[in-house]
């Protein structure tokens, strides 16, 4: 595989702000010592996928990973984003990362949702409505000449300690959802037809 980043992501801008801050304020301290600790556990997941990006083979194609991107909603008045965008002459992969630990739990045919970290419920947005949101919208901005062109959605666990939990009509969420070390086996399994390669770079310019 020859991987192709035409994109790559940086530290966030809101991690040097926070830093500086965190010099300069002694009020909200505690507040903002957990914001700076919640997006670094995120900045870090994201460097750790990147990790297992690398290693993974797709049939020896080149693939073209954009990070970090921003781009027009379809409403033409604000913006979707999307961590993790790979290109292949197959397929493409929408990957969202969640660093946090716990539990994800998945019911009701996947339509009911709850996160759980030591026994204790949180609030989280239901991570396959999160990335089919992001299809919609990347399909919405590629328009009608890639509208045949695969996306696959994941959803990847950073930490290996995470567990999803599902009940007998939702194990198909174990497809979406994984750990980082099952990905490679979620790319060979897509391996259909596609656009030609040579869209692939001007599309990854474009983006």
């Not at 049939?59 to 604000?78: C, G, I, M, T, W």
């Not at 328009?143 to 009509?169: M, R």
């Amino acid at each position: 595989m020859i991987l192709i980043i035409i994109k790559k992501r940086k530290e966030p801008e809101s991690i040097l702000m926070l830093n500086r801050g965190l010099k300069r304020i002694r009020k909200r301290r505690r507040d903002m010592e957990l914001e700076l600790r919640n997006i670094e556990q995120g900045y870090q997941a994201e460097c750790q996928l990147d990790f297992y990006l690398e290693r993974i083979g797709i049939n020896s194609n080149d693939v073209v990973l954009l990070q970090d991107l921003r781009l027009p909603a379809a409403d033409r008045q604000s913006f979707f984003q999307i961590d993790n965008l790979l290109l292949t002459a197959h397929f493409a992969v929408n990957i969202d990362v969640k660093s946090q630990p716990g539990t994800f739990t998945f019911q009701n045919n996947a339509r009911n949702f709850q996160y759980a970290l030591h026994g204790k419920k949180y609030g989280m947005m239901h991570p396959i409505s999160q990335v089919e949101e992001q299809c919609d919208q990347l399909r919405s901005w590629l328009g009608t000449q890639w509208e045949n062109y695969p996306i696959v959605n994941l959803v990847a666990l950073a930490d290996p300690n995470a567990e999803i939990v599902t009940d007998s009509s939702s194990d198909w969420v174990y497809d979406w959802v994984m750990p980082f070390a099952l990905l490679k086996k979620s790319f060979k399994r897509n391996s259909h037809v596609a656009p030609p390669k040579r869209y692939l770079s001007r599309y990854g310019q474009l983006l």
